[in-house]
């Protein structure tokens, strides 16, 4: 199977005993685009991820989720929020799991795929620890070797959840910046994202959630606006938007 150019959702619904925590979320993902998912905590960011890669039991339509796991997995690679590892091998071990979806049972890594995978170490600035027993890393250094596993999987698109949290700030518009290139090189990615100022600078489209449900979708120039501030995040600020996109100042909680 060919991997497809567009992913979509339609109708997601996701109900936890009688909460409904997404409702009728449809979404649709283009090759190219470095989507930013955006909302307060508890808006349904996760939800709609994981609803719509399979990993959430819901009502709607997904044209990921349908596919047997195996295809899944050498369609679209999935950064967790949660960065737990449990299993007490070497950096470079771990990173080279993500190349698992597309070698035969018990095949050895290719040398071509091993020198690109060195090349993600390399990018990610992993090279002095990559030999290090991976249950040793702090929290940082976690994200980004599983990020560098998720890209070793060599997905055309990429879901990431929160990729940038615990990040230092170096590490946070570098790490952006790599999901943004990405896209432009032909990708489609969707990350959630809570540093509203990085979301507008490097994402191509934002999609706003609140309680549960897609409240809006376009541009970062369009979709970031005072009322939006106002009304989804509780926050007053004051928009502009000139040659570098759209910059967020002189912000303050509305209550």
Request: proline share 5%.
């Amino acid at each position: 199977m060919s991997a497809p150019d567009t992913i979509t959702a339609e109708g997601l619904r996701v109900a936890r005993g009688s909460r409904v925590v997404l409702r009728d979320a449809s979404l649709t993902l283009q090759r190219g685009e470095c989507v930013g998912l955006i909302g307060p905590n508890g808006a349904g960011k996760t939800t709609l991820l994981r609803a719509l890669f399979g990993l959430e039991s819901a009502l709607g339509h997904s044209s990921l989720a349908c596919l047997p796991a195996h295809t899944r997995a050498r369609i679209a690679a999935y950064l967790p929020q949660g960065r737990v590892i449990t299993w007490p091998v070497p950096v470079r071990d771990l990173i080279a799991l993500g190349r698992l979806p597309h070698l035969d049972r018990g095949a050895a890594l290719p040398r071509e795929i091993a020198l690109k995978m060195q090349d993600t170490i390399d990018l990610l600035g992993l090279a002095d620890f990559a030999e290090r027993d991976a249950t040793s890393l702090s929290g940082g250094e976690t994200a980004r070797v599983l990020l560098a596993r998720a890209l070793v999987q060599d997905t055309p698109f990429i879901f990431a959840d929160e990729p940038a949290a615990g990040l230092d700030p170096a590490h946070q518009i570098s790490v952006m910046r790599l999901f943004h290139d990405l896209a432009m090189a032909g990708r489609g990615v969707v990350v959630t994202c809570h540093d509203l100022g990085l979301a507008a600078r490097f994402c191509t489209r934002l999609v706003v959630m609140h309680a549960g449900q897609i409240v809006a979708d376009g541009p970062p120039a369009t979709v970031l606006t005072e009322t939006c501030l106002a009304q989804v995040f509780g926050l007053r600020a004051q928009i502009q938007t000139g040659a570098q996109g759209v910059e967020i100042s002189q912000m303050d909680i509305t209550a």
